[in-house]
């Protein structure tokens, strides 16, 4: 079976864990699809309030809940952002692949978290770049 090439999303069974099948790769594309769909409703229901009187403490508290408001919102466009670009990379044959390295990205660490897109050696080196 390795260095085949089988039929659905071109999977390069050289380069992608081989214990991924077709029917999974088809579920975990809907899930993201359907996580993707929810993300742009909630984004695109999104409203900030506007503090109406009130004294201090009212205002500090609306100020807090505006920048945890915000927050969430920041991490669901991140969240579907990811979650596209895995779209695109079940679509093209290349999840399951680290975008940097090439290397085979483990099938638990995608099944615990579906939009990593690096392997554990290079995302724990991108964090330390980070810093």
Request: glycine share 6%.
């Amino acid at each position: 079976m390795n260095g085949t090439h089988q039929e659905g999303y071109g999977r390069d069974m050289d380069t992608i864990d081989a214990s991924w099948s077709n029917d999974e790769l088809a579920r975990l594309r809907q899930d993201l699809s359907r996580t993707a769909l929810e993300l742009r409703q909630r984004i695109g229901h999104h409203r900030v309030p506007v503090p109406e009187g009130g004294d201090a403490a009212d205002a500090a508290d609306w100020s807090s809940q505006a920048d945890f408001d915000l927050l969430m919102l920041e991490r669901d466009r991140l969240l579907l952002q990811q979650s596209e670009y895995v779209i695109e990379l079940i679509d093209q044959g290349r999840y399951g692949s680290c975008t940097v390295c090439g290397a085979v990205i483990p099938k638990a660490r995608l099944q615990a978290h579906p939009q990593a897109t690096m392997c554990l050696d290079c995302a724990h080196l991108r964090e330390t770049s980070d810093v």
